[in-house]
């Protein structure tokens, strides 16, 4: 299929003296349609092929690039690793792709990134290297934004509501202040925490976190405290648990509102004597640790409702953060979309400039439900069903922003978006939802009337909480 090419007008054709082949012919129109830059060259270097993409992205006709070696016209950085490749190829080594991002001139003057490509194949016993160029540029520059200017310690955003929780980890951190997070699921909790201990006198020592609600309620225990050989069946060791694993460092406890009675008893006394035991065990050891605490539900109703003790409540609320939900960060949206999709293509081999217009505007439009984590799940899916160089609505699950929540379909309280409630902060509309509704025994007609709507708009409500 290749043989001598020429281009004229930029765009790819086969030139022979004997005639043009019609499947070359194909070849090149079907380069011609894609938006990214392609030429072919040989073990010389001699360019074979070379596309309209190609042409905007070097400046250089199609015309002076045929039969000109690559590397006149392709800076140093672009070429060097492929041209270690033709090397290779040359003296009859099995050479791979190769997949890198270097900076150049543009046509222009301006300094732009572009993503080189290059994939070694055999055509008539001959060595030829496909090669692809496309201009990172913009990507770089929103991946840029997101750097360490606009993130903590992982965390990714510049809104005024992510910062105020950067500032306040930065004035609370350094204290061995009992912390309690609380956050809708998908905002971040864990990675609070983290940053939380970073910032730490304890960073040096352990991080260890345990999923209150991930374990079988047999299992908690030994799990935060440990157990002696022979302490319950199974147990055929002494083993050690998260607390005293912890030992010098930071301990999260998620989940903290799915924690039984009992372990809450005695997680009580961890908090007040700083000592644990072990199952099976008489003698308490002492632990110096700090203890972090995660929630999506509103703990002062859980104490009010009787599920948790009000005394362990006020041991581990001293201090309380509230994480945002991104819908009250949406101008973070833009950045945490750079990061995620950068990431997405470098995981799976994809070629994506941007976000297109129209996706940025339903993302930013979006109730975000699961917030940072569905954020996340969504670029992963749409970057895998993409197939152009920027990432559209095409590429978005089919009826995905009309079967979830739009913002504009979130349900607000009276007077605002949000409530405050005590000591924790805020309310989510979810969480005065789903009291008003055990208030009035689930009873719609009861609940709609204490808060002031109708029933019809109280089961719309429900519905886009995800509550019906």
Not at 319 to 331: A, F, K
Request: aromatic share 6%.
């Amino acid at each position: 299929m290749i043989r001598q090419l020429s281009v004229v007008g930029g765009g790819a054709q086969e030139h022979r003296a004997e005639g043009v082949g019609s499947e070359s012919r194909f070849l090149a129109s079907a380069f011609d349609t894609i938006d990214v830059g392609i030429l072919i060259h040989d073990e010389a270097r001699r360019v074979v092929l070379f596309n309209r993409a190609m042409t905007r992205i070097t400046g250089l006709s199609g015309p002076e690039a045929i039969g000109r070696d690559c590397r006149s016209f392709l800076t140093p950085a672009l070429c060097e690793e492929s041209c270690d490749m033709c090397v290779e190829a040359a003296s009859g080594k099995h050479c791979g792709p190769a997949n890198y991002e270097a900076q150049t001139i543009s046509r222009e003057g301006a300094t732009c990134w572009v993503r080189i490509n290059s994939f070694p194949f055999q055509y008539d016993g001959k060595p030829y290297f496909l090669v692809t160029l496309t201009d990172v540029t913009e990507m770089r520059q929103m991946e840029e934004q997101a750097g360490p200017a606009n993130s903590f310690c992982g965390v990714i955003g510049q809104s005024k509501a992510i910062r105020t929780v950067f500032e306040f980890i930065r004035s609370a951190a350094e204290t061995d202040v009992t912390v309690l997070i609380y956050g809708e699921t998908g905002t971040g909790k864990e990675l609070i925490a983290s940053a939380f201990h970073q910032q730490s006198l304890r960073r040096k020592g352990p991080f260890v976190r345990i999923n209150c609600a991930a374990l079988p309620e047999h299992l908690v225990e030994s799990e935060l405290f440990g157990h002696v050989k022979g302490a319950y069946t199974g147990a055929a060791a002494d083993r050690m648990g998260r607390f005293e694993a912890a030992s010098g460092g930071t301990i999260l406890l998620d989940e903290i509102g799915e924690m039984s009675p009992p372990l809450q008893a005695k997680l009580l006394r961890v908090l007040q004597e700083k000592e644990i035991e072990r199952i099976g065990e008489n003698r308490p050891r002492k632990v110096d640790v700090r203890i972090l605490a995660a929630t999506n539900r509103n703990l002062l109703n859980e104490v009010r409702e009787k599920r948790f003790r009000e005394d362990l409540y006020f041991r581990l609320a001293g201090t309380v953060i509230r994480l945002p939900s991104l819908r009250e960060r949406r101008e973070d949206i833009p950045l945490l979309a750079s990061h995620f999709l950068r990431h997405f293509c470098a995981k799976n081999g994809r070629n994506i400039k941007a976000v297109s217009a129209e996706l940025m505007k339903a993302m930013m439009e979006h109730g975000w439900p699961g917030n940072i984590r569905e954020l996340h799940n969504f670029m992963e899916t749409s970057v895998v069903m993409c197939r152009k160089g920027i990432l559209g609505m095409e590429s978005v699950p089919k009826g995905y922003f009309d079967s979830h929540s739009s913002v504009f379909d979130l349900p607000r309280p009276e007077g605002g978006e949000e409530e405050r409630d005590g000591g924790l902060g805020v309310v989510t509309e979810k969480e005065r939802m789903l009291f008003a509704l055990e208030t009035n025994r689930h009873k719609l007609s009861l609940t709609a009337k204490s808060l002031g709507i109708s029933r019809t708009t109280l089961w719309r409500r429900l519905k886009a909480l995800g509550i019906r």
